[in-house]
Structures are given as structure tokens and as C-alpha cells.
């Protein structure tokens, strides 16, 4: 079989196959251009969209054809998701921080507000404009995971407290 056959079997240009090829027979995967080097030609320029070296989507394509299995595709899959959740993880420490810091805010601004007792109508507003925010707060990071939600109860739990025991004055 000769490269513009491989070519035309593969539907991948001339110049992309013979350096596929070349990359090959270089690397010791292959001794000789026949069908089976058709399907370790095809998977290479998956591997290469997502940024590896024509060298190391040659060893992966082989490697995927030699085993006969879907490991390698698996492995891949699980190593793009793992990648995609620690993006979100880190994009909702950075919400989680905000929230934190919001929270802090609402704490220092209803300190002052307690300090002020002849404003108590103000008090008793700001109050449902701090439980609607934590209650929002609530809502957007249970979908985070249960694990950041639990230590969210535990820190609102302990707020709710410290609410209530403000609210006897």
C-alpha cells in the first residue's frame, strides 16, 4: 500500500499521511505500510486536536489498536473530565469566596445596625435582607457537591444560632 492509497483509505490529505507514516516507521510501530496501519492513521489527528505531538498520537494510536480495547479512549475521557471538574471546582472556590466575603459584609454591616437600637424597624428589614441573601447563598452551592453543602449548613447553622440569639433583644 503506498501513501496515496493510504491516503484515500483514510480520507486524510497526502502530506498529513506521509508524515504520519514517516512518524511511525521513525518510532518503531509499524514496519510496513498495509490495511492495519489505515485505523492507527485515523485516530491520529483526534489526538493531535487536543494538543499531543504527532509522536505521542502515534504511540497512543498504536497502542489503542494493539490492545483492541477502549481503555485508551476511556483513559482519555476520564483524564478530560477530571480536568473539566477541577475547573469547576476552582470556579466555585472563587464563588464560594465571594460569597464568604459578602457574608462578612452583611455580618459587619448588621453588627452596626444592632449597635443602633433606636433604628430596630431597620434592623428587623436588613434581618430579611440577610436571610433572603443566605438563603440564596443556600440554594446556588448545594449544586457544588454535597460536601461544601454540609459545611455550608454547618456554617449557616451556627449563624442561624447566633441570628436567634439576637433576635431576644
Keep these: 500500500m503506498n501513501f ?6 483514510s480520507g486524510i490529505k497526502y ?21 492495519d496501519v489505515i485505523q492507527i492513521v485515523k485516530k491520529m489527528p483526534d489526538y493531535t486536536s487536543k494538543g499531543f505531538t504527532v509522536v ?7 497502542v489503542l489498536e494493539d490492545t483492541h ?52 424597624s431597620a434592623i428587623a428589614v436588613y434581618k430579611e435582607d440577610v436571610k433572603t441573601a443566605a438563603d440564596a447563598l443556600k440554594t446556588a452551592v448545594k449544586s457544588a457537591g454535597s460536601g461544601l453543602v454540609q459545611f ?9 444560632g447566633v441570628t436567634n440569639d439576637h433576635s431576644g433583644k
Excluded: C, M
Design 15 to 35: 502530506e498529513t499521511v506521509r508524515n504520519y507514516v514517516k512518524v511511525l516507521i521513525e518510532e518503531g510501530l509499524i514496519d510496513e505500510v498495509n490495511e
Design 152 to 160: 455550608l449548613r454547618w456554617l449557616f447553622d451556627t449563624e442561624e
Design 69 to 120: 480495547t477502549s481503555v485508551t479512549e476511556e483513559l482519555t475521557e476520564l483524564q478530560d473530565k477530571i480536568a473539566s471538574l477541577q475547573e469547576e471546582n476552582q470556579r466555585l472556590e472563587r464563588e464560594l469566596g465571594e460569597e464568604k466575603a459578602t457574608v462578612a459584609e452583611l455580618k459587619e454591616r448588621l453588627e452596626s445596625f444592632e449597635s443602633n437600637t433606636e433604628n430596630s
Design 4 to 9: 496515496k492509497e493510504l491516503s484515500e483509505a
Design 56 to 62: 505521542e498520537a502515534a504511540h497512543r494510536a498504536v
